[in-house]
């Protein structure tokens, strides 16, 4: 009985052990999304960029202080040496007068006071102003960052699925030539050919081996170029992504998104408004200053005086306007105007920027497609011609050399129409990303990230 329950314990711990490295040995499969998710959850320079605008709201909340007035409270106690009185006065003989008190034993005052100072021309509402602005500014600002964390996502992403095909064209590759050498040696020792032919084939599918272990080292390397950028370990697996060939719209349509939508467009224009903005805070300094001041206040000596005001409450308005600082002034408002210049100088220069990025992109994508069909046409050719040149090869109808050539050129065409089906993918994201749309159509379709 002892026996059996000790057999049954094994096989119960024999069961879970297979189950926990079963579940270890099979990888995480990942979507396009779902890592794009993950990365924008994890990336340090997207979370820089969102403190930035926390940053940004923190400032607005400072300007916003200087717009409302400011409660303070105070209070002071003295001790004096001695008290001092003034001298006394005789009204006559037998009435005398005291003196009033100069400096008391002791005195105490305290009270409350309610402060507001605002320029007449209204600079500290435009500063509030401009830091709203700037809260915008630093959104735009972030959102051109996961754009293009996106995109350095998506150029990870297809570079390992091109590294995945390329070994997959290595392996069809060695075994196309084992299967070549085999036919080569069994035509050997029949005496149908040289043993030239042998080392041919054998130097051939040497060097295939050898293009499958690069292949497979720049597969290792792109998969842990990928795992960097989004922060996952380096077991996993992609699942593939691709998008469907439209039609291309005319290329003006194109810039027009990417004017409209490119969030460093809305960035630097919501810089130009700011600097405008800022030459009027800087005219600020030409104008008054308005001081309004409340004031309630109590008072407290020992000897008390006669004269004494314990408690008073009043109200203070002053007005003031300095006419010389030394040219500060006028430093501050030429600055201002040149960095409105440059702003509207950088507005310009994003938008050639984006036309560039926008056409660049869009020739490209045109170019691909058609690379694209004239390979797909060549493959079938290739595969076609490999084919019936191996089946002559193996009746005695054509040499190693006719064999060598037909594998070369499927295997050239293989990888090019792989890298060409590939970049285009990488450039069908680039365009969204130089129209300034890839975050929209993410944040509208991506879901939930799974849990690495």
Known sequence: MKKKSKWLVMLVWGVLIALTCNGQAVAVEYTWEELCRIALERSEKIKIMEDNVFIAQAGKDKKMAALIPKLSAYGSYTDYTENKYSPSSALSSSIVMPGTVIQPNNAAAWGVRLDQSITLNGKEITDF?????????????????????????????????????????????????????????????VGEVTKTVLLRADGELSGALSDQIRAKNTLDLSRAVLARIVGIS???????????????PPLDSYVTVGLAQRAELKATEMEKQMAKEQIRVAKGGYWPILSISGVYGRMDQDPVPSTINRESVYGQVALNYPFFEGGLRRAEVNEAVI?????????????KTIRIEVETTYLELKNQRGIIKSLEDQLLFAQDNYKAVTRQFEMGLANSIDVMDANTLLVSTERQLTNAVYSHQVFQFRMKRATGVLLTEFAGNAPAAKAP
């Open 129 to 189: 102003s401009i830091s709203k602005d700037n809260i915008e500014r630093q959104q735009s600002e972030t959102n051109a960052q996961k754009e293009e964390y996106l995109m350095t996502v998506s150029a990870a992403f297809y570079e390992m699925l091109r590294a995945q095909k390329a070994l997959e064209i290595a392996d069809a590759t060695v075994e196309r030539l084992t299967a070549y050498r085999k036919a080569a040696e069994k035509r050997l020792k």
């Open 339 to 351: 960095r409105d210049r440059q702003a509207g100088l950088k507005v310009e220069d994003v938008k």
């Open 234 to 248: 380096e077991d996993f697996t992609l699942k593939e992504k691709f998008i469907d060939d439209a039609p291309l």
